[in-house]
């Protein structure tokens, strides 16, 4: 029933390692989004992807990639972990200027 | 570029108080503007939209007006309830991109 649904909702690593976060949408949508958001509550666009295809891709490191294998799922990879990489990443679909958001995936580098 | 400024929080009213967070914003076209709410472990969730000039959007009570003189969507709620407590975000958008303000948290005590 979930439109848009990410996994884990945790995920607790240690620095170095790789690890990848999942999103799908039930809704239809085109257009999908990868966010972080920091301890402040603070919200910075990472990536957006259209039918597919990459159209936003903000300052982030390369260690981050992106990966839509189809127009319903937007994967997030994340290789050689870093401890600044601890925050709530959402991910979201839109359509029609409305945003709909995943619950969040809480990641945590030890 | 395109941008959104809220007030600092964290705001902090006792049950029935009137609220107002105040948000401008500055965008090159006509954008549509937003307010978003996130309650605690969840993600963002659409509070309510104003797409042109001298529109209110409302929901829950909550109000917004699109004021494109003073390019200000402030939010008010002439009542607020402990369970409003979250985390509320202005936002914009001009097209595929949507631009967030900080958050400002917000914690009613009975």
């Known amino acids: 029933d979930t439109a848009v649904s990410q996994t884990p909702k945790y995920l607790v690593t240690q620095m170095g390692n790789d690890k990848s976060i999942k999103c799908e949408q039930n809704l239809g949508h085109d257009t999908m989004y990868w966010y972080k958001q920091d301890s402040k509550k603070f919200l910075k666009i990472m990536f957006s992807?259209?039918?597919?295809?990459?159209?936003i891709n903000e300052t982030v490191p390369n260690r981050f990639s992106p990966k839509s294998p189809d127009k319903a799922h937007l994967n997030l990879h994340i290789n050689s972990l870093e401890l600044g990489d601890s925050a709530v990443y959402f991910c979201?679909?839109?359509?029609?200027?409305?945003?709909?958001f995943g619950s969040g995936t809480q990641l945590s580098v030890l | 570029g395109d941008s959104v400024t809220q007030m600092e929080g964290p705001v902090t009213l006792s049950e029935e108080a009137f609220l107002t967070i105040n948000c401008t914003y500055t965008a090159t076209g006509y954008p549509s503007l937003f307010w978003y709410v996130q309650y605690p472990g969840e993600g963002l969730q659409l509070l309510l939209k104003a797409t042109k000039a001298d529109d209110k959007g409302s929901n829950k009570g909550f109000e917004a007006t699109y004021r494109k003189e003073t390019t200000s969507f402030h939010l008010e709620k002439g009542s607020v309830q402990v369970s409003d407590s979250a985390v509320y975000f202005c936002?914009?958008?001009?097209?595929?991109?949507?631009?967030f303000g900080t958050g400002t948290s917000l914690t009613v005590i009975p």
């Open positions: 979201a679909s839109s359509q029609d200027e409305k945003l709909f």
């Open positions: 992807y259209n039918n597919k295809e990459l159209i």
């Open positions: 936002a914009l958008t001009t097209g595929n991109q949507f631009y």
